[in-house]
T-cell receptor, first 112, second 116 residues
Framework: GEDVEQSLFLSVREGDSSVINCTYTDSSSTYLYWYKQEPGAGLQLLTYIFSNMDMKQDQRLTVLLNKKDKHLSLRIADTQTGDSAIYFCAERVEDSNYQLIWGAGTKLIIKP | ETGVTQSPTHLIKTRGQQVTLRCSSQSGHNTVSWYQQALGQGPQFIFQYYREEENGRGNFPPRFSGLQFPNYSSELNVNALELDDSALYLC???????????????FGPGTRLTVT
């Protein structure tokens, strides 16, 4: 079956890099997404990667995809206090009518 | 450009009652997806509507039903409410099949439903 797993918490110092990891089980994933959820706000798409790519960079964000190990990571460079949020990994499975399968989210805590 | 809006923001119901949640999609979007997000968990896909027809359904019982209107706004109806239905209900709009690719979903702020 489909399953997406993430660790629940990550604590980093302001200015350091944050690396949030995600594993998924369905090898027919087409797109993999990273969403950000701040308190009282809706989920916001941060970035995505197509399954035939292994890396994507967008300003401070770097996404790495290891299809063999079904492992996805999100690196945030120079982490700021505004990056405090819950980060969700989600996959879209082929022929799924655009359904997204979500992880439980990783809460990023920034230490001063 | 108006974003995705949901109403009401909060709702308290008792077990056995029925509830209707509403969602207005972003301008130009013809697809609406509904998700249930329990506390401390990721969203769970309930169903999706594309041009007024159901276009996929997650593992939710039939007492969860929906509608999409000609203006692409949508309703989620839940009958015979149970305590476990307490959650944040999220609506997301997108171009769906018309996206031809990434199909970015734009989320509303959600409706917090509490069943007592």
């Amino acid at each position: 079956g489909e399953d997406v797993e993430q660790s629940l918490f990550l604590s980093v110092r302001e200015g350091d890099s944050s690396v949030i990891n995600c594993t998924y089980t369905d090898s027919s994933s087409t797109y993999l997404y990273w969403y950000k959820q701040e308190p009282g706000a809706g989920l916001q798409l941060l970035t995505y990667i197509f399954s035939n790519m292994d890396m994507k960079q967008d300003q401070r964000l770097t996404v790495l995809l290891n299809k063999k190990d079904k492992h996805l990571s999100l690196r945030i460079a120079d982490t700021q206090t505004g990056d405090s949020a819950i980060y969700f990994c989600a996959e879209r499975v082929e022929d799924s009518n655009y359904q997204l399968i979500w992880g439980a989210g990783t809460k990023l805590i920034i230490k001063p | 450009e108006t974003g995705v809006t949901q109403s009401p923001t909060h709702l308290i119901k008792t077990r056995g009652q029925q509830v209707t949640l509403r969602c207005s999609s972003q301008s130009g979007h013809n697809t609406v997806s509904w998700y249930q997000q329990a506390l401390g968990q990721g969203p769970q896909f309930i169903f999706q509507y594309y041009r007024e027809e159901e276009n996929g359904r997650g593992n939710f019982p039939p007492r969860f039903s929906g509608l999409q209107f000609p203006n692409y706004s949508s309703e989620l109806n839940v009958n015979a409410l149970e305590l476990d239905d307490s959650a944040l209900y999220l609506c997301a709009s997108s171009l769906g099949r018309g996206a031809g690719g990434v199909d970015e979903q734009y989320f509303g702020p959600g409706t917090r439903l509490t069943v007592t």
